[in-house]
């Protein structure tokens, strides 16, 4: 009984330790002088030094090893996603790691604890945007950028959350799961500058940074919080740069696109007043090293984010970004897609940002391109309207504003009367509304 139990383990520990000895490839080759062409199997350490195996010859039978050094003398083909990003984890340290420590188990699911904390923490606060078109999408764009998991075997599935934030940020977890901002997802362009922003991102989920960052918290007596794990060194972020740089190499996109992601992030952070944008370190230098940043207005992609432009715009006023909001809203009247509120938001933020009866009146012609030409103009338009006129000193027009705001108010309350299910927060707020009116013809 004894010698079975024993041999049960040796075959456990050999199997363990055979699971450590090499890291399955599937990539071509080319040598740069003769042409020969090879296939590379798996990469493993021979004594001491990181190597490659080669598929068995057709002649002989037999595979061979290659240093990894010695590969400066081939041309690697990247066939597909999957070798793609093994060949640019194999120019990392990454393998090497795996092959001499192992995947690190214990400090992998200490991350994903981390993370999954923030990620219940997140969905109790109501945090997350949901638009399941919206992340249709984006997942499309994800699937090709990176595999749906490590083709090594570490740990993690790459998936993708939506955040409710103004301000233009993204990042990966540990876990495998990529947050963008619905500020970030307004700062863009078009779907090619959301590629180079998600592979530059996954790239240190690829290249394993976080375990790289826990490690170096720890060894430091810093604590591995989350916010520590995700703050990578300048050296992290130029591999990323490149990696994305690859990927956009791989579809053809120039690499401008990387550049002309991290400008638009600027110019957006500027307009709220924010220069440091923490998910972007040395944005500015960066941005520099990308000589020929290209515009690419997408009508696709403005149609496809418009209801996050409107619904950031929102937050920017309610958060006195008005420059902001109004920079948000004027891209979807530009593509057409902007709603009534839409263009009655845009009034009111020209109105906070106005300084002369020229500016209240170019804010007054907006608004009532929505009072002059909807059937039932939103309560929110004539309120708008009178607000303008009492700015600009017409009482009586603004008094006949006034009355039409409280007819729209008494039209609503009658909607949501109808209405069956519990309404009586709007109609709370409509009562509200009809007693600023009265309160307003007063005054």
Same mark, same amino acid.
């Given at each position: 009984?004894?010698?079975?139990?024993?041999?049960?383990?040796?075959?456990?520990?050999?199997?363990?330790?055979?699971?450590?000895?090499?890291?399955?490839?599937?990539?071509?080759?080319?040598?740069?002088?003769?042409?020969?062409?090879?296939?590379?199997?798996?990469?493993?350490?021979?004594?001491?030094?990181?190597?490659?195996?080669?598929?068995?010859?057709?002649?002989?039978?037999?595979?061979?090893? /290659?240093?990894?050094?010695?590969?400066?003398?081939?041309?690697?083909?990247?066939?597909?996603? %999957?070798?793609?990003?093994?060949?640019?984890?194999?120019?990392?340290?990454?393998?090497?790691?795996?092959?001499?420590?192992?995947?690190?188990?214990?400090?992998?699911?200490?991350?994903?604890?981390?993370?999954?904390?923030?990620?219940?923490?997140?969905?109790?606060?109501?945090?997350?945007?949901?638009?399941?078109?919206?992340?249709?999408?984006?997942?499309?764009?994800?699937?090709?950028?990176?595999?749906?998991?490590?083709?090594?075997?570490?740990?993690?599935?790459?998936?993708?959350?939506?955040?409710?934030?103004?301000?233009? *940020?993204?990042?990966?977890?540990?876990?495998?799961?990529?947050?963008?901002?619905?500020?970030? /997802?307004?700062?863009?362009?078009? %779907?090619?500058?959301?590629?180079?922003?998600?592979?530059?991102?996954?790239?240190?989920?690829?290249?394993?940074?976080?375990?790289?960052?826990?490690?170096?918290?720890?060894?430091?007596?810093?604590?591995?919080?989350?916010?520590?794990? /995700?703050?990578?060194?300048?050296?992290?972020?130029?591999?990323?740069?490149?990696?994305?740089?690859?990927?956009?190499?791989?579809?053809?996109?120039?690499?401008?696109?990387?550049?002309?992601?991290?400008?638009?992030?600027?110019?957006?952070? %500027?307009?709220?007043?924010?220069?440091?944008?923490?998910?972007?370190?040395?944005?500015?230098?960066?941005?520099?090293?990308?000589?020929?940043?290209?515009?690419?207005?997408?009508?696709?992609?403005?149609? &496809?984010?418009?209801?996050?432009?409107?619904?950031?715009?929102?937050?920017?006023?309610?958060?006195?970004?008005?420059?902001?909001?109004?920079?948000?809203?004027?891209?979807?009247?530009?593509?057409?897609?902007?709603?009534?509120?839409?263009?009655?938001?845009?009034?009111?933020?020209?109105?906070?940002?106005?300084?002369?009866?020229?500016?209240? &009146?170019?804010?007054?012609?907006?608004?009532?391109?929505?009072?002059?030409?909807?059937?039932?103009?939103?309560?929110?338009?004539?309120?708008?309207?009178?607000?303008?006129?009492?700015?600009?000193?017409?009482? *009586?027009?603004?008094?006949?504003? &006034?009355?039409?705001?409280?007819?729209?108010?008494?039209?609503?309350?009658?909607?949501?009367?109808?209405?069956?299910?519990?309404?009586?927060?709007?109609?709370?707020?409509?009562?509200?509304?009809?007693?600023?009116?009265?309160?307003?013809?007063?005054?």
């Amino acid at each position: 009984m004894k010698k079975t139990t024993i041999l049960l383990i040796s075959l456990l520990l050999s199997a363990a330790g055979d699971a450590f000895s090499q890291i399955p490839l599937s990539l071509k080759a080319r040598h740069r002088t003769d042409g020969d062409t090879i296939t590379l199997t798996s990469v493993l350490r021979n004594r001491g030094l990181l190597s490659v195996r080669t598929s068995p010859d057709p002649v002989t039978g037999k595979s061979g090893n /290659i240093l990894l050094d010695d590969l400066r003398y081939y041309e690697i083909i990247p066939e597909n996603l %999957e070798s793609l990003w093994q060949m640019i984890i194999l120019r990392s340290p990454v393998y090497d790691n795996l092959l001499k420590s192992g995947y690190s188990y214990e400090t992998r699911s200490a991350m994903e604890d981390l993370m999954k904390e923030y990620l219940a923490r997140a969905e109790q606060n109501n945090s997350f945007y949901i638009d399941s078109y919206l992340e249709a999408r984006l997942y499309a764009i994800l699937r090709k950028v990176y595999p749906v998991r490590n083709t090594d075997r570490r740990p993690g599935i790459l998936s993708l959350r939506i955040l409710s934030e103004i301000a233009p *940020d993204a990042w990966v977890g540990p876990d495998g799961t990529l947050v963008i901002t619905t500020g970030l /997802i307004a700062a863009l362009d078009n %779907e090619t500058e959301m590629m180079a922003l998600m592979a530059q991102e996954v790239a240190h989920f690829a290249l394993d940074h976080h375990l790289s960052n826990y490690t170096s918290t720890v060894t430091s007596g810093i604590n591995p919080a989350l916010g520590n794990i /995700i703050r990578y060194t300048g050296q992290e972020e130029r591999v990323a740069d490149n990696c994305a740089i690859s990927v956009l190499s791989y579809y053809g996109k120039n690499f401008s696109f990387l550049g002309s992601m991290l400008r638009n992030v600027m110019d957006y952070g %500027e307009l709220m007043g924010s220069f440091y944008l923490g998910s972007f370190p040395n944005a500015k230098s960066r941005v520099d090293n990308y000589q020929g940043t290209i515009t690419d207005k997408s009508a696709d992609y403005d149609k &496809l984010v418009a209801p996050v432009i409107s619904y950031n715009a929102f937050m920017a006023y309610n958060q006195s970004h008005y420059l902001l909001c109004r920079r948000l809203l004027e891209r979807n009247i530009a593509s057409g897609t902007a709603t009534a509120d839409d263009i009655v938001l845009l009034s009111q933020a020209m109105m906070n940002l106005s300084g002369s009866d020229h500016e209240d &009146l170019e804010a007054l012609v907006l608004v009532r391109s929505v009072t002059d030409s909807l059937q039932e103009p939103p309560p929110g338009a004539f309120k708008q309207e009178a607000l303008l006129l009492l700015r600009l000193g017409r009482r *009586d027009e603004a008094e006949t504003a &006034l009355d039409r705001c409280r007819e729209a108010l008494e039209r609503e309350e009658m909607k949501y009367s109808s209405k069956s299910g519990d309404w009586s927060e709007m109609l709370s707020y409509l009562a509200s509304e009809k007693d600023w009116v009265a309160r307003t013809r007063a005054r």
